[in-house]
């Protein structure tokens, strides 16, 4: 399971630049969609609500079904073919939702979209390939930060590109991934030589397949069940944040967007700077484990804090937290042969697809219960529940890792 010759840093940056636009892609229409839908449905702000939350989900649910496959292929065709057809698919997916003339249009747009930067997947995969094991926690933690990156620029870009014209944004976002692919013909070499791919099995490059491969090492599954508790975590800052710092302390959409913001920059400082040397020191098990105390800590804050100014201070610590997500995925990579990373990936970003349809419906529901006069729950709620599910993946690591200290 030695890593394949280190590729040129050109090839690198490629796969960084990859990961980031198909955040920023995401995250650049964030502001205009709504407007969009609202035109296609005359203006029906209740009916645009519905259409935008059915996009959310068909979107995390073509991650769900189609990463493993996505991962599979790339085990047996290897990262750069697949790369360079996702990003060339994002890009005709995005131009060809900026020219969509109906609702249905915009919905073949966003579940192609889903399937198309499912590439996240190879891109990790080819981290994998080309980075020794000790080492690719601080790999992983830099695709992080380009996530982190992605969700900063995108949605401030997006913002702007709309004001000028609603359907610019779908046209720039396009643009890029097809002159990224571009870029990619040209530097890009394969990391997955053909004699470390394995076989192809449409019993395995499937969701339920897929979740076969965590029963293959000791300690995998129980891995997974830590990184699901940890991206359903992650869902209470998209779906809860706007309404519970807006109803608890009053802040308007300046406010928010600069917290918001903060949080993007001190989670890709800590991914993309702080996770590889704090992995080198105290091992990927320990990182994991001091990752999750600072997200329970953190979300316990931002729950607890009857002032805006008290939640602020919670913010390094939920940075902290992102150290999580790179650690344990490094702790999985390193138990899996070279034939089966695509595979691993792809099973973990369908773990996130999971969250991504259950994580919404889960923290607003909670949310609603706690805010208005007729609130049941306190005020906070949805982060206490997020704290919980942290010190639940607390307590699993202590389980499962236990036996595999030498992996730390």
Same mark, same amino acid.
């Given at each position: 399971? !030695?890593?394949?010759?280190?590729?040129?840093? #050109?090839?690198?940056?490629?796969? %960084?630049?990859? #990961?980031?636009?198909?955040?920023?892609?995401?995250?650049? +229409?964030?502001?205009?969609?709504?407007?969009? +839908?609202?035109?296609?449905?005359?203006?029906?702000? *209740?009916? #645009?609500?519905?259409?935008?939350?059915?996009?959310?989900?068909?979107?995390?649910?073509?991650?769900?079904?189609?990463?493993?496959?996505?991962?599979?292929?790339?085990?047996?065709?290897?990262?750069?073919?697949?790369?360079?057809?996702?990003?060339?698919?994002?890009?005709?997916?995005?131009?060809?939702?900026? +020219?969509?003339?109906?609702?249905?249009?915009?919905?073949?747009?966003?579940?192609?979209?889903?399937?198309?930067?499912?590439?996240?997947? !190879?891109?990790?995969?080819?981290?994998?390939? +080309?980075?020794?094991?000790?080492?690719?926690?601080?790999?992983?933690?830099?695709?992080? =930060? #380009?996530?982190?990156?992605?969700?900063?620029?995108?949605? =401030?870009?997006?913002?702007?590109?709309?004001?000028?014209?609603?359907?610019?944004?779908?046209?720039?976002?396009?643009?890029?991934?097809? $002159?990224?692919?571009?870029?990619?013909? %040209?530097?890009?070499?394969?990391?997955?030589?053909?004699?470390?791919?394995?076989? %192809?099995?449409?019993?395995?490059?499937?969701?339920?397949? =897929?979740?076969?491969?965590?029963?293959?090492?000791?300690?995998?599954?129980?891995?997974?069940?830590?990184?699901?508790?940890?991206?359903?975590?992650?869902?209470?800052?998209?779906?809860?944040?706007?309404?519970?710092?807006?109803?608890?302390?009053?802040?308007?959409?300046?406010?928010?967007? $600069?917290?918001?913001?903060?949080?993007?920059?001190?989670?890709?400082?800590?991914?993309?700077? $702080?996770?590889?040397?704090?992995?080198?020191?105290?091992?990927?098990?320990?990182?994991?484990?001091?990752?999750?105390?600072?997200?329970?800590?953190?979300?316990?804050?931002?729950?607890?804090?009857?002032?805006?100014?008290?939640?602020?201070?919670?913010?390094?610590?939920?940075?902290?937290?992102?150290?999580?997500?790179?650690?344990?995925?490094?702790?999985?990579? *390193?138990?899996?042969?070279? !034939?089966?990373?695509?595979? $691993?990936?792809?099973?973990?970003?369908?773990?996130?697809?999971?969250?991504?349809?259950?994580?919404?419906?889960?923290?607003?529901?909670?949310?609603?219960?706690?805010?208005?006069? %007729?609130?049941?729950?306190?005020?906070?709620?949805?982060?206490?529940?997020?704290?919980?599910?942290?010190?639940? *993946?607390? *307590?699993?690591?202590?389980?499962?890792?236990?036996?595999?200290?030498?992996?730390?």
């Amino acid at each position: 399971m !030695t890593a394949s010759p280190t590729p040129r840093r #050109a090839a690198l940056a490629f796969v %960084f630049v990859t #990961a980031l636009l198909d955040v920023l892609a995401l995250g650049i +229409v964030i502001p205009v969609l709504p407007d969009l +839908v609202k035109g296609f449905v005359g203006g029906d702000n *209740a009916r #645009a609500a519905h259409m935008v939350g059915l996009f959310g989900t068909l979107f995390a649910a073509m991650q769900f079904l189609f990463s493993p496959l996505i991962g599979a292929l790339s085990d047996r065709f290897g990262r750069r073919p697949i790369l360079l057809v996702s990003c060339f698919g994002l890009g005709v997916d995005y131009l060809l939702m900026a +020219v969509a003339p109906s609702l249905g249009w915009l919905v073949v747009g966003r579940i192609v979209s889903g399937i198309t930067a499912a590439s996240f997947t !190879t891109a990790s995969a080819y981290i994998a390939d +080309v980075t020794p094991a000790e080492k690719r926690a601080g790999a992983f933690g830099m695709l992080g =930060a #380009a996530f982190g990156l992605g969700f900063i620029v995108g949605p =401030a870009a997006g913002g702007l590109l709309g004001g000028i014209e609603p359907r610019l944004p779908f046209w720039v976002a396009g643009g890029l991934s097809l $002159l990224n692919a571009c870029y990619g013909l %040209f530097v890009l070499p394969e990391s997955l030589p053909a004699d470390r791919r394995g076989a %192809f099995s449409w019993r395995r490059a499937n969701p339920l397949g =897929a979740f076969a491969l965590l029963r293959g090492a000791p300690g995998l599954l129980g891995l997974g069940g830590i990184v699901w508790l940890y991206y359903l975590a992650h869902e209470v800052l998209n779906n809860t944040f706007v309404i519970y710092v807006n109803d608890r302390y009053g802040w308007g959409p300046e406010s928010v967007g $600069l917290t918001l913001a903060g949080v993007g920059v001190c989670s890709t400082v800590v991914q993309g700077g $702080l996770v590889g040397r704090v992995v080198k020191r105290l091992g990927a098990r320990r990182t994991m484990m001091v990752g999750l105390v600072a997200g329970a800590a953190g979300f316990t804050t931002f729950g607890a804090s009857p002032v805006g100014a008290g939640l602020l201070c919670g913010i390094p610590l939920v940075a902290l937290w992102g150290m999580v997500g790179p650690s344990a995925q490094s702790m999985m990579s *390193a138990q899996v042969a070279a !034939t089966e990373q695509g595979l $691993l990936q792809g099973t973990l970003v369908s773990i996130r697809g999971i969250t991504g349809m259950i994580g919404p419906l889960l923290f607003t529901s909670v949310l609603a219960d706690s805010v208005g006069p %007729f609130a049941m729950l306190p005020q906070g709620s949805p982060f206490m529940l997020a704290a919980v599910l942290l010190v639940a *993946a607390l *307590a699993l690591a202590f389980v499962v890792t236990r036996p595999q200290r030498a992996m730390a």
